[in-house]
């Protein structure tokens, strides 16, 4: 239980994937204009971390890496299909999203409407590949540590596009310099959020 | 492209997609992994080289491989002798054994005249694993030379340590103390004293990757601890 | 699915094709303009060489991919474009790793490690998405170079700032005098930090839009 919660706090803090390691600035960028609708790409990010991370552990344990096909017998012992991790990873990415997509458009049309535009934007989102990535390098033990990190990831996402979200739309009824309005300032104010963020990175969990 | 296909379109469309781009990638992957795991076996060869400071072209490695290479060993982490071929060992595997199934390659190299014993290491940077050699001499102490690699680490920071300046820091340095305890050799952020024999100097801005070399060494040695006692009180 | 037929209604370098390759490199560029393949600017820039090799890789990637999604785009059924896309881009990205791998051991090396950051960059998806998909081949092949090279050159640029700043070298060569270093200048270290590269792109940005005053924002 511990390591679940250290696992947790650790990605959403320490790990940020949006401030300590600048995954997912596309649309964490493009996106951030109101907090509205970066609450409701937030969300939509947590979800598919939350479920693609999961998969992808199960994928390349029991699938593609080495050895992992031992469950089919001592013959399979020696294959190793880790030259499709990418293109297995993206894949699942891709159709879970498409997936959420289709289900949404079905059940909660209201739903959709206000997020369904950033779906898409999500399957290229460099963070969820990231997440997934991040999970097998870090070798967990079980699926349960690789949801947490990925739920905890999603919500580092989250605080980061709300924050940015917040922190522009006060900035509207500030003078900025015109030709800085915007994407510049916006920028900017992403590579300040960072330099706050690496004080974490001293933290020891 | 507004119009909408038929589901059984949808189905028989990604079907021969996943099918044929299956196809291709593994015909490519079964063509090529002969050349590819040649290069890769020539690159450990030159990589285990190059921690003794013998510089060779990837190429040659082979052949002058086992000029330096006297004997190979596998030791379990009781520091006893095992069966097979150490060179065969593949670390990323091993590293997520239990502790009492792990074989830890062992190469003894000889170049003028000197004996050196080469550890291999494994661990985790900032993106992805990094790798490396370490030899010492035939005081099981002292540091001959280092070889450090890695597979993704940032270009320009977490990278440096694969050059030479970051590498050649090591030599000479400890691993362990006067009194004879374990202290590894640690990478440390800024201002270390030269002659600190269990310490040298952080890469800036590298400072994830460099906390990951420190873990691999510390953690990585120390496994051979008990054979290097049961050589040294010889 | 020929297209020679189509094209030989225009010149191969129409105004209208050469507008294609140019406007991404400044009035419409991929990152200061549409936002898209950030991640990997942030990633690769601390100095000018690996900006460089990734900035060639995507040129080609992209070219190649906008191009056969060009070709395909009368079959794909719109509910799994995502999909088929990023397969094309995945399987072109790993194919070029495979192949480099077994007979470019070395160039290999360099490279592999960009490959995750060009099957997610954005700005390969968002070309096909915004243009392949609807347009000839021809034209997608102009739209994927030209995008490139308009994400090439920012890519270029913050890497030679943040090279020369950070570290006082352009492609590993030193550039700043050892005089001026004995006279009390240091390199700073905090153009090596990732967000320096944010910052640095946001400055690009101001001078960009200063000096075309439409790009500015009106919000």
Known sequence: MEELVNIFVRSIFIDNLVLAYFLGMCSYLAISRTVKTSIGLGFAVIFVLGITVPINYLIENYLLGRGALSWLGPRFADVDLSFLTFIMFIAVIASMVQLVEMIIEKFSPTLYNSLGIFLPLIAVNCAILGGSLFMQER???NPIEATFFGLGSGVGFFLAIVGI??????????????????LGIAFIITGLMGIAFMSFMGIEL | MTKDYSNKYIFIYSSIMVVVVALILSLLATLLQPRQERNIRLEKMQDILASINIEVEREKS??????YIVDTKILNHKGEELEGDAFEV??????????AERQLPLYIAEAEDEQYYIIPLRGAGLWGAIWGYISLKSDFNTIAGVNFDHASETPGLGSQIADKHFEDQFKGKNIFDQDGNYRSVRVIRNGVDPDDPHRVDAISGGTMTCNGVSNMMYDGIRLYKPYIQKQVNL | MSTNAEISKEPLFSYKNKKLITNPIGKDNPITIQVLGICSILAVTVQLKPSLVLAISVVAVMGLANVIISLLRKTIPQRIRIIVQLTVIASLVIIVDQVLKAYMYDVSRQLSIFVGLIITNCIIMGRLEGYALY?????SFLDGIGNASGYAAILIVVGAVREFFGSGTLMNVQIIPDALYAIGYENNGFFILPPMA?????IIIWIQRSRD???IDAS
């Open chain 3, 135 to 139: 347009n000839k081949a021809w034209p």
């Open chain 2, 90 to 99: 593949d670390l990323q595997d091993e590293i997520r054994k239990d502790l």
């Open chain 2, 62 to 67: 082979e052949v002058v491989f086992w000029d």
């Open chain 1, 165 to 182: 979200a917040a922190i522009r739309e006060k900035i509207k009824y500030s003078n900025v310099l015109p030709p800085l309005r915007g």
């Open chain 3, 198 to 202: 944010l910052i640095t792109v946001g």
């Open chain 1, 139 to 141: 070798n967990y033990a």
């Open chain 3, 213 to 215: 005053k439409e790009l």
